[in-house]
């Protein structure tokens, strides 16, 4: 007699994700109260921030972010690692509330080693991106907060995907999340070509990180910088955020120099009110003397 008869037995779907996170509506929240609604009302509010940022060029993937983990004023931990390794060929920036996005990270770790025994290889960057978001989607209103940045390296070269909590998932070249992300877009705006040198965009993602950690708050710590290669991961440096910036602000800025040299090759035009001055200065001095 088969098992499914004597013991009411069946089976798990093995080809969706494993079912052992609660439901999204198997939360443990006072009868009568909807999930959502208690969450919203009686759940904890606390800011937090930091500075995350993930771009694409030739040589592969680089990630960065600082180290500083906040909880309101509170500085909880100026060490923490957001940068997460996920397996040898990809890893991922994180953002929003740090336990949510490290139980994420090792569902998704799991997921993917099943994934891996089951078909004999690892799925894309862009499988795993879309994994993740439709297991998150699932729980979407119910004050899950993760952001975060998958960088890899498959079978089609380097990829980088954006991955939000309510199901958003983004392909792209430069992505930054966190607070500290506007200023990190403006210094990789400026900074930022597809064909730089590796020590180039080390030290642009560095700069791009400091820059953040001075104006944004919530960021600071120091700098983690990691580069994914078609032979995996590599984890670049830690360097202080604070001294970093302070050796950035020592360094000749390059553009200033451009400007200053192309100003001597091509001096501005005197402006009519200079004109007039001059002539008046001229009528003034009386007429020059004649040689002869």
Not at 58 to 87: F, L, M, Q, W
Not at 211 to 239: C, I, K, M, P, Q
Not at 265 to 270: M, R
């Amino acid at each position: 007699m088969a098992l499914q008869d004597v013991c009411k037995w069946q089976a798990p779907n093995t080809q969706g994700p494993s079912p052992h996170l609660p439901q999204p509506g198997a939360w443990a929240v006072p009868p009568g109260c909807d999930p959502q609604t208690f969450l919203q009302i009686h759940g904890p509010r606390l800011a937090h921030g930091t500075t995350t940022l993930a771009f694409l060029f030739r040589h592969g993937v680089i990630a960065a972010a600082d180290t500083r983990s906040s909880c309101g004023n509170y500085v909880e931990c100026p060490t923490s690692r957001k940068i997460i390794p996920v397996h040898q060929h990809l890893l991922g920036t994180t953002s929003g509330t740090s336990a949510d996005c490290a139980v994420w990270y090792r569902v998704l770790r799991r997921e993917l080693r099943l994934r891996a025994l089951r078909e004999g290889q690892l799925p894309s960057v862009a499988g795993a991106a879309k994994l993740l978001s439709t297991m998150m989607s699932c729980y979407r209103g119910l004050d899950l907060c993760v952001a975060t940045a998958l960088c890899g390296w498959d079978r089609s070269g380097p990829a980088l995907f954006y991955v939000y909590s309510d199901g958003t998932r983004l392909q792209g070249n430069i992505f930054s999340v966190g607070s500290g992300s506007p200023y990190a877009y403006g210094v990789l705006d400026r900074g930022y070509r597809y064909d730089m040198t590796p020590q180039e965009a080390y030290a642009l993602a560095r700069c791009a990180v400091a820059h953040a950690t001075h104006r944004d708050a919530y960021s600071g710590g120091s700098v983690d910088l990691f580069h994914v290669r078609e032979s995996g991961w590599e984890y670049v440096s830690r360097n202080d955020a604070c001294v970093l910036y302070s050796e950035l602000q020592k360094l000749p800025d390059p553009d200033k120099e451009k400007e200053e040299e192309a100003s001597r090759d091509h001096p501005e035009p005197a402006s009519p009110a200079a004109l007039r001055e001059l002539r008046e200065r001229e009528r003034a001095a009386g007429p020059s003397p004649c040689l002869g």
